[in-house]
């Protein structure tokens, strides 16, 4: 018998000296049309530097004049584009804007030449978002790559690195503000809190309700279930198809309640008359519906943390999740009741909530909930997109100074003011159609343990270290917020013994989560607390940078 055999067409072998780019963008067109003039000034800038090192850049993808941008913007495009370029020929993926990792990943992990991840350090558009989360992806598929950003592709030392890499196929960063936890002695009394609060974990076990997976191809956010189930945490597989329901069958009394109970508490809302552009009140009240849906689903299914994906499932049928995010999770909110009246939810206690569905970060804030609460430090914790970083042009802060921003998670006990300092905007048109409000603030003075769980070499790993929020005038907030999202929380932190570069080399996700403690010592005795927790529950764990007064953890 004949069969019919396939025919692959292989791609041409890449010239000599001849370096291919590929631009992962968003599944929403009105986001990649927006964004594609920074991608556009990027890649020429970039394609100058590759030149003026003795290489040719060649974009391996056209510019798609019907649709107003160059990106790729699907996985099925992503596969194509991969089928036609050279699979050993040296390959950067460049990013000015945030971007679905998955639409690149499946290339990305056939092809067999060296491949660089390269970012504009700009807070426009997420590009550093992107970048971070691509890194994150190719790190836990165990794929090797090597990374780049800068301000100025001009600068020597980015000239420098990218010649490195064209010629050596490779890349290094120092690490020497990493050290391994085995290396770091844990007085006995914090390391008894943390491997009890490991057994405690393992032996009553916790429900991680999770509102559909894998939002915004963000393939490291997702913990497979052997590596999170000898933990002790079992995920609840919840749909979004659900939440839309239950909150439709929230009414508008309690919906009211919810929105007064805001209001009286001094928060304010940015309200305007066009749907399509302002921040309405009907969209207020369906967020508040939401709020109730979910704690009444979590409470059905015995959750001690929940993350709703939205992007892209809920988009077109409610407004933005995040102010009911950033309400879940802060201990000071409004009371809902169970279905049958007889109970307040959760009452005087957060429900954390991991923004996105990053389960990764949903974890961390399990942890970082019981660790804090065992420890008598404030509970609330979030994570913030690791946006952006600037020096501060006022001159108050002589410290390179961070903007962690995310999309509203933030609780207002992290805010100056609580809820007196909240506020709340419409998101932004191009990436929420239906609008719906932030949650949005300026973090408060004081100090912090940040931290991050990912996947490396088929493990669970977290990073963990100490910053300060410092206060900026208004002026250079403004500014800061002008260069990124105005619309969203923001928080200043300096990192404690880790510079700009130090952080961007090792840090594994486009997410940090953040907590606070009453002061240096407690913040300090609470890093050190999560990290034996997180030891004893098999994590490997690093320590990174310095305490505030620059002593090492070692």
Known sequence: ??????????????????????????????????????????????????????????????YKPEEGHGFISSQKEGMEVFANIDPKAPLIVAEAVWQYSHHVLAGLLSHEGPILTVANWSG????????????????????????????????????????????????????????????VKIPSSIKRLGQALAEELRWKKSIMGVFDEGCMGMYNAIIPDELLMPLGVFKERLSQSTLYYETTQVSDAE???????????????????????????????????MYIAALRLADDFGCDTIGIQYQQGLKDLLPASDLVEGMLNNSDRPPVKSRDGKRILYEGEPLPHFNEVDECAGLDALMTYRVHKAMGQPVETTLH????????????????????????????????????????????????????????????????VWSRVYIDDGRLCMDIGRAGVVELPPEETERRWKET????????????????????????????????????????????AKAAMADALGIRVNMCGTRKNGKPWA
């Open 485 to 528: 999202t105005p619309q969203w929380p923001i928080m200043h932190a300096v990192t404690y013994g880790i510079t700009r570069d130090q952080f961007m080399a090792k840090h594994k996700a486009n997410h940090v989560q953040v907590a606070y403690a009453e002061d240096a010592d407690a913040a300090d005795e609470a890093a050190l």
């Open 124 to 183: 426009q558009w997420p590009g550093l978002v992107g970048m971070l989360n691509l890194n994150a992806c190719l790190t836990k598929a165990g794929k090797p790559y090597s990374t780049l950003w800068s301000e100025n592709f001009s600068a020597p030392e980015f000239r420098k690195k990218l010649a490195t890499w064209l010629e050596k196929g490779e890349v290094r960063h120092p690490l020497k503000h990493v050290t391994p936890l085995k290396k």
């Open 385 to 448: 997109d690791v946006r952006w970083g600037d020096w501060d042009r006022s001159g108050t802060v002589q410290d390179y100074v961070w903007v962690f921003l995310i999309s509203g998670s933030a609780p207002p006990a992290h805010f100056i003011g609580g809820w007196a300092g909240a506020s709340s905007e419409r998101q932004p048109p191009m990436y929420f159609r239906l609008g719906g409000g932030t949650l949005k603030g300026i973090s408060k003075p004081g100090e912090i």
């Open 255 to 289: 919906a009211r309640e919810v929105f007064q109970w805001m209001v009286d508490r001094g928060m304010k809302f940015v309200f305007g008359t066009n749907p399509e552009t302002d921040l309405t009140e009907d969209q207020v009240l369906t967020q508040c519906k």
């Open 1 to 62: 018998m004949a069969y019919q055999l396939p025919k692959l067409s292989k791609p041409p072998k890449a010239k000599r000296k001849q370096v291919f780019l590929v631009a992962s963008g968003d599944l929403r067109l009105s986001a990649n049309q927006v964004c594609w003039p920074a991608q556009k000034a990027m890649e020429e800038a970039l394609a100058e530097a590759v030149r003026e090192a003795g290489y040719e850049l060649v974009r391996a993808h056209p």
